[in-house]
Structure formats: structure tokens, C-alpha cells
């Protein structure tokens, strides 16, 4: 349900290869693991209002959409993505990114 997702977090992936700042968007529902959505995540985004013609778009607009369902969804450092198409955060590197990634338990 809309009201069970609590925060969305988009972040981009540390500079180095493998990752390359790929971005991605985390849909946390409560205290749970987060859905996890990559620009190669396979999503029917034709049913979000607007669909970009890129990935990245598509991420973007469909971080809106769950917004707009949930007003109350928390997106802390992420509204400058979902609400002005801004580049979001990279992790400098990989540790940055398990740090975050272990809040998830």
C-alpha cells in the first residue's frame, strides 16, 4: 500500500568500476529492507503519469508518483532528484556505501 512506504533515497554508486555512479532509488517500506530500483530494473512505467524517455527519468517521476499517493513519504537529501531533476549524491567510495546499506540490516 502507498501508506506503508515511509522514505525514498536516491544515490548514485561510487566513481569506480564496477559501479560507475550508477544511480539507484530505494523505496523503504518501514523498518524493512528497501526495494532497490536500478536503471535496468524492468518496470511498467507506463502507468506513471509522464513517462521519461530515459531510465533516469523514469526513476525520477516514479519517486513523484509514490509522493503523490503518500505525502507523508520522507525523501532527505533526495527532493533536489525527485523534485527539480537534480544529479543525486554519489558515494565517494564503496565503505560510504556499505555504511548506508547497513542500515538495512
Known amino acids: 500500500m502507498w501508506s506503508d512506504i515511509v522514505r525514498l533515497v536516491a544515490r548514485r554508486m561510487p566513481p569506480d568500476p564496477p559501479y560507475e555512479k550508477v544511480l539507484f532509488v530505494d523505496v523503504v517500506l518501514g523498518a524493512d529492507d528497501p526495494v532497490r530500483l536500478l536503471p535496468t530494473t524492468k518496470i511498467n512505467y507506463n502507468a506513471v503519469p509522464g513517462s521519461g524517455m530515459s531510465s533516469k527519468e523514469n526513476l525520477r517521476l516514479?519517486?513523484?508518483?509514490?509522493?503523490?499517493?503518500?505525502?507523508?513519504?520522507?525523501?532527505?537529501?533526495s527532493e533536489g532528484f525527485f523534485e527539480r531533476n537534480e544529479i543525486p549524491i554519489a558515494f565517494a567510495v564503496l565503505r560510504h556505501f556499505a555504511d548506508y546499506d547497513a542500515r538495512y540490516g
Request: proline share 12%; hydrophobic share 45%; no cysteine.
Open 62 to 77: 516514479l519517486g513523484a508518483f509514490i509522493r503523490g499517493h503518500n505525502p507523508a513519504v520522507q525523501w532527505p537529501e
